[in-house]
């Protein structure tokens, strides 16, 4: 219920970043490094996440005077914020991401209903098209009295998006080509809600908020990984369920607010 505004932030150039790294360890805080950028001293606090706004943050907590808080574990700036707060993979003591889904109004199903999320690859995970069909082949055939739901994201390859076009969903979102948000929708709505592993962003969601229970698509891993021991312990916590050709319904939530 506090009262905020949102500062948009951008270097300049990519090699600024890096030039925040020495300025920091200076002492030095220069907003010449960004893009303009606006902000008034009528705060209390400062919040930031994600390494291009950590630099900034510090610059209006010094000049206003005012507390910076990090989210998520800080990398190549002095630790010297107000408070941090760390997620269990990285050290810390968060279980999840923090995260305040809303729902858009986007879906509403007109009978049961599940909800597909499907992320993409990155540098730990990769999709396999032929499981992932496995998997849409086993949904149809175990939810056939269901509606079925699914939306891809930003970092979904085109040719998962085509893969989507071809199965007979009752809603869908192609990211690309409709780049709206669904997800808060679906766990208000949908009785189960499998997430790709990769997205840990949109399972902190799912552990969070709504009433979906929450199965979690294990994916092809190229090493051991931080964001498998966060799916690990979130399914000690009985939180998820790894999908395992059966489903469980695991939709115990996290209260957020016990970790402020």
Known sequence: ????????????????????????FL?????????????????????????????????IAKKCNIK???????????????KTYIQMHDGGNLPVNFNYPIPNGIYKPSKK??????????KVFSIDIEELKNFFDFVFERFKDYEIAITSSPRTSKKIEELIEKYPFSFKVIYSKNPINPIGDFLVYCEYVFITMDSTSM????????RSCVEV????????????????????????????????????????????
Do not use: P, W
């Not at 399972?203 to 709504?210: N, P």
């Open 1 to 24: 219920n506090a009262q905020y505004d949102i500062v948009y932030v951008k270097f300049k150039y990519k090699f600024f970043k890096l030039l925040s790294y020495l300025f920091d």
């Open 68 to 82: 910076n808080i990090a989210l998520m574990k800080v990398s190549g700036y002095r630790d010297d914020f107000y």
């Open 113 to 122: 209903s599940i909800g597909i999320i499907i992320g993409g690859d990155n």
């Open 27 to 59: 002492g030095i805080y220069s907003s010449f490094l960004y893009e303009k950028f606006d902000f008034q001293c009528n705060y209390d606090f400062i919040v930031s996440a994600g390494s291009e706004t950590y630099y900034a943050s510090k610059i």
């Open 217 to 260: 698509i294990a994916l092809k891993t190229k090493k051991k990984n931080k964001y498998t021991k966060f799916i690990k312990h979130l399914e000690k916590q009985g939180l998820v369920h790894i999908f395992d050709g059966d489903v469980k319904c695991k939709n115990k939530k996290i209260d957020l607010k016990e970790y402020i």
């Open 203 to 210: 399972i902190s969601e799912a552990v969070c908020f709504g």
